[in-house]
């Protein structure tokens, strides 16, 4: 697969919990990705795939009417299994910019960087 074929997502600005950060978007339906979020207060790379799995996860019961059902010691819940987009977190700087690049339309003009400054002290 050529490297223009592979760019397949967009870099655009974003908010995450409060604090400015990027996202990459999907700019075709060849892109393996639902979206990418970089956060900052962490310094992680979060990546949302099309590949589904399925997990275990306790939601709300609801009655007839779709409204919660309560009992003596709070909402009552059910487990359910339901398919889910698998994510990655990538935290090596390197491999997200190796990604970045090869994934984003705009890598070389978009000044992802400045939202992955670090505020650990470098070893001397």
């Known amino acids: 697969m050529s490297k223009e074929n592979q760019q397949t997502m967009m870099l655009v ?7 400015q950060t990027f996202r990459m978007i999907p700019t075709s339906e060849s892109c393996p990705y639902v979206e990418c979020i970089y956060d900052p207060s962490t310094n992680v790379f979060v990546i949302i ?8 996860h306790m939601l709300p019961k609801l009655d007839e009417y779709g409204q919660p059902v ?20 990538i935290e090596d700087k390197i ?7 090869l994934f984003a339309l705009n890598a070389k003009t978009f000044d992802f960087e400045e939202f992955m400054i670090s505020t650990e002290t470098p070893n001397t």
Do not use: C, P
Not at 13 to 19: A, L, T, V
Not at 49 to 56: A, D, P
């Open 13 to 19: 600005k974003s908010s995450w919990q409060e604090s």
């Open 49 to 56: 795939s099309k590949i589904t799995k399925h997990t275990l």
């Open 70 to 89: 309560t009992g003596s010691k709070g909402m009552k819940q059910d487990r359910h299994k339901i398919e889910v987009f698998q994510e990655f977190y």
């Open 95 to 101: 491999a997200i910019k190796d990604l970045i690049n």
